[in-house]
């Protein structure tokens, strides 16, 4: 069964189109990437997807659902932005994530922390812009969500935070679990993904699995990106 | 999901305002010490500290009422609180009935700064026998004093609650622009207001005076209150009502965080 449906799905502002017609069905227990240039609408569909917009014309459901409360509950979104208030702690963030969502799980959280040395005592004015995402990442993985919507999850920490974001986004996710990842650093991810779809201005360009596009095409998801997206 | 969405509220509200309610305490009863022992010079820095703290309480209280509504869920902060499994109204209402309680109490601590500098057995005395006094004559004129007086803090709270409400519908209007949503803020502010001394002049001149007059004089004196003061908190009710309806609205179909 999908987790994750959408027909038709369109969003405009004004004149300019992000997102036109775009149909997508996501299974359960797949880690799909995302990808696509600058622009071309993946934080669009995201940000559609937990009800931060509403859509044009078209129809998104989760779980069978359109985007609310229930479907906040089963999805687990690391946006592009840093989004926790400065003046907290991390142990404040960490309470207020266990407060409001039941599928938040306390020590894996505390753990992550450990094993990339954040303090819980520590400030959020205090940590630069890659620990921040390190801790919202953390916050996001700590939950046992349905599905995972991860905008941009590595594009602001260093490789070897990233090699462990990575590891920690396959060990964390349950096998009935879906996680979508947005990027366009796909060489970092490549050997994560099951699936891929290409957006290209707003249009979905290629859904394929990866497997496939190596068989098939007999060239890496990196390679094949380059070639579709050629400037 | 309200009372958690009020209790981080309250938290974040009160690191600001606690403090501040701590520092006007402190300076006012020291300032009570200065003009008790009529020290000239300390009494005149005390009491230029004091009023500077009374008139930053103010200030701050409406400052952090749209700087919270603003900042939690117009800017960055939103991708987190329109995330949450709650209620869009749980988000609105609990930064309102937080706002109206911080508002509330900053009025209490300020009325408190003052009389610990400035009261003395006497002011509390001829205060009471003022409001006894006060009471005495209402009901001599045959009105209810309780009702009167529950009126009026109804009335009060009912503005304060349409006052704040017009600030969170003037920030999410703002969403009409992608830009300079502050200054669109201010400026919604400005016309809302012209919108609606228009509406009150219209009102006004389309009212049939002589037959206002004849209701009017139909009317005992209790009567006449009665309906001034359920005409005002009406129109309360109605102000706040629609700018509540153009908030959820707005951060139904416009909410596009930056």
Redesign the interface.
């Known amino acids: 069964m999908a987790i994750f449906e959408c027909s038709g799905l369109t969003k405009t502002?004004g004149a300019k189109k992000a997102l036109s017609n775009v149909n997508l069905s996501v299974e359960k227990g797949r880690i799909i990437g995302l990808l696509g240039p600058n622009g071309s609408g993946k934080s669009t569909l995201l940000?559609l997807c937990?009800?931060?917009?509403?859509p044009t014309a078209g129809t998104l459901t989760i779980g069978g659902s359109a985007p609310g409360?229930?479907t906040?509950?089963i999805?687990s979104?690391l946006?592009e932005?840093?989004?926790?208030?400065d003046?907290m702690k991390v142990s404040d963030v960490l309470n207020?994530f266990s407060?409001?969502?039941k599928d938040f799980s306390v020590p894996k959280a505390e753990e992550m922390l450990t094993n990339l040395k954040i303090g819980k005592t520590e400030q959020l004015k205090t940590l630069s812009k890659g620990t921040k995402e390190k801790v919202q990442l953390i916050l996001v993985m700590a939950r046992q969500a349905q599905l995972y919507l991860l905008d941009e999850p590595i594009g602001g920490v260093d490789p070897a935070a990233r090699d462990y974001i990575l590891n920690t986004i396959i060990k964390n996710y349950n096998p009935e679990a879906s996680v979508v990842i947005s990027t366009h650093l796909i060489a970092d991810i490549e050997r994560v993904l099951d699936d891929v779809i290409f957006l290209k201005d707003g249009e979905v360009v290629l859904t394929s699995s990866v497997d496939d596009i190596r068989e098939e095409k007999g060239v890496s998801v990196d390679a094949l990106f380059r070639e579709v997206f050629k400037c | 999901m309200l009372g958690k969405l009020m209790k981080y509220e309250f938290k974040a509200m009160g690191r600001i305002f606690l403090p501040l309610f701590g520092a006007l305490l402190v300076a006012s009863a020291i300032n009570r010490l200065f003009i008790a022992l009529d020290f000239t010079i300390p009494k005149v820095i005390g009491t230029t500290i004091s009023s500077s703290l009374i008139v930053a309480v103010i200030v701050v209280a409406l400052i952090l009422t749209i700087q919270r509504f603003y900042r939690n869920l117009l800017s960055r902060e939103g991708y987190l609180m329109f995330t949450l499994p709650v209620r869009t109204d749980s988000l609105v209402w609990s930064k309102l009935l937080v706002a109206a309680v911080w508002m509330i109490v900053s009025l209490i601590v300020v009325m408190l700064a003052i009389a610990i500098m400035a009261a003395t057995g006497d002011t509390f005395t001829s205060m009471m026998a003022s409001l006894k006094e006060f009471f005495r004559s209402l009901s001599q004129a045959g009105f209810s004093g309780i009702l009167i007086g529950i009126e009026c803090v109804l009335l009060a709270i009912g503005g304060l609650f349409s006052g704040i409400l017009t600030l969170y519908a003037c920030i999410a209007l703002s969403l009409f622009v992608g830009k300079h949503r502050v200054g669109f803020a201010f400026l919604m502010f400005i016309v809302i207001n012209i919108i609606g001394q228009t509406i009150l002049g219209i009102l006004a001149v389309s009212v049939d005076l002589d037959s206002l007059t004849a209701l009017v004089d139909n009317m005992s004196g209790f009567g006449q209150v009665q309906t001034v003061l359920g005409l005002c908190f009406l129109f309360e009710l109605i102000a706040g009502g629609i700018f509540y309806v153009v908030t959820r609205l707005m951060l139904k179909y416009k909410l596009n965080l930056e």
């Open positions: 502002y940000k937990n009800g931060l917009l509403t409360i229930q906040k509950q999805v979104y946006p932005h840093t989004y926790l208030a003046w207020f407060d409001f969502y």
